[in-house]
């Protein structure tokens, strides 16, 4: 497992924690606050500091084919996080047209800039890890 995958699996890990912590403080502290444990996904930003790698002379950490995983799981983050951006945008529309409402609260906009990286850097993380194992899968046929 190279260093991209540990670090794929790290936010996948920390998104399941915030997840779970998110659930955690719905009863405790209601939906308004709830949304500061996403706050543990953060976490997983630490992954190339915890996985660092030291690499001796000559020696190569990513060739080309981590290079085009990678590219194509970038990706396929930015086109889910995009997805998610306008469903973020859409939805409140939706709701509030059929109440009645012309207003959205200020707090809505930092949210849909929140929700859309989140989705990217964990959509990018799980194609990553499916794309290795479709390759893995692949060599050994």
Known sequence: MNREQKCAWLVVAMF????????????LVGWGAAPAGFGMIGFAGLGPLIF????QPG?????????AI????TLGGGMTSYCAFILACMIPWFVLQGRGTKVVSIHTLPMIVFIGGIVFFTAR???LLVLYGRERHHSEE
């Open 16 to 27: 399941g924690v915030s997840v779970i912590a998110f659930a955690a403080l719905v009863p």
């Open 70 to 73: 990678a590219r194509e799981a």
């Open 52 to 55: 660092r790698k030291k690499t």
């Open 125 to 127: 993380a799980v194609t």
């Open 59 to 67: 020696q190569i950490e990513i060739d080309e084919r981590d290079k």
